[in-house]
């Protein structure tokens, strides 16, 4: 089977970093990628790691180890629309085609 | 722009009544997916499709069932809807090829059985 866990909810202020971890238990594994998802919308794709290491796009960069099965989200200047929930997801747990989620981290930033 | 729709954004079910959720997608992907959102529970997949006629199970599939007859459209079905199945529904849709990392979802359908 498979499992990821991730904090269900963060608080961090206006313009602070945050980082949101994942951790993956699967039977087979591609890449981590990371969604977020705003109330009431659909989850929007963020960023994708199929190596060890950190990717960065503009303020969000993301980061995996493999060894470790351990991935994460580092938000930067934090801004009041990046409150929504975001979500770690497993490409491979059975074929490459299967991707499984997490149960998602709800972020609030304040002011 | 790609794009995944979903022909319903809400409907109300009575108990035992069979029930057809209908996705389309625009970007000539090769697999396709339902998965099922709750609180606290994340997305957690039902049923994804690699290929036309093709589908595989995902981690909740009781109750439901699927059909792929078309490369773009891909039907979720409750046979015989029960109230625990009341849920928001997100279609998906992403590239077969072994890069395709970007999953594109639908804005969702909520579903309430009574």
């Known amino acids: 089977g498979q499992s990821l866990e991730q904090p269900s909810e963060v608080t961090a202020v206006e313009g602070a970093i945050v980082q949101i971890n994942c951790t993956y238990q699967t039977s087979g594994f591609y890449g981590l990628s990371w969604y977020q998802q705003h109330d009431g919308g659909a989850p929007t794709f963020l960023s994708y790691?199929?190596?060890?290491g950190l990717e960065e796009t503009g303020r969000f960069s993301s980061f995996l180890s493999r060894s470790d099965s351990y991935g994460y989200l580092l938000l930067q200047e934090l801004q009041m629309k990046d409150s929504a929930s975001y979500f770690c997801a497993v490409k491979g747990s059975g074929g490459y085609q299967k991707v499984t989620f997490g149960t998602g981290t709800k972020l609030q930033v304040i002011p | 722009d790609v794009k995944v729709t979903q022909s319903s954004r809400y409907l109300v079910k009575r108990t035992g009544e069979k029930v057809f959720l209908e996705c389309v997608q625009d970007m000539d992907h090769e697999n396709m997916f339902w998965y099922r959102q709750d609180p606290g529970l994340g997305l957690r997949l039902i049923y994804f499709s690699y290929d036309v006629k093709m589908k595989e199970k995902g981690d909740i599939p009781e109750g439901y069932s699927v059909s792929r007859e078309k490369k773009e459209r891909f039907s979720l079905i409750l046979e015989s809807a029960s109230t625990n199945q009341t849920s928001m529904y997100l279609c998906?849709?992403?590239?077969?090829?072994?890069?395709?990392?970007?999953?594109?979802f639908g804005e969702g359908s909520w579903l309430t059985v009574v």
């Open positions: 998906a849709s992403s590239s077969g090829q072994l890069s395709g990392n970007t999953i594109y």
């Open positions: 790691n199929a190596l060890d």
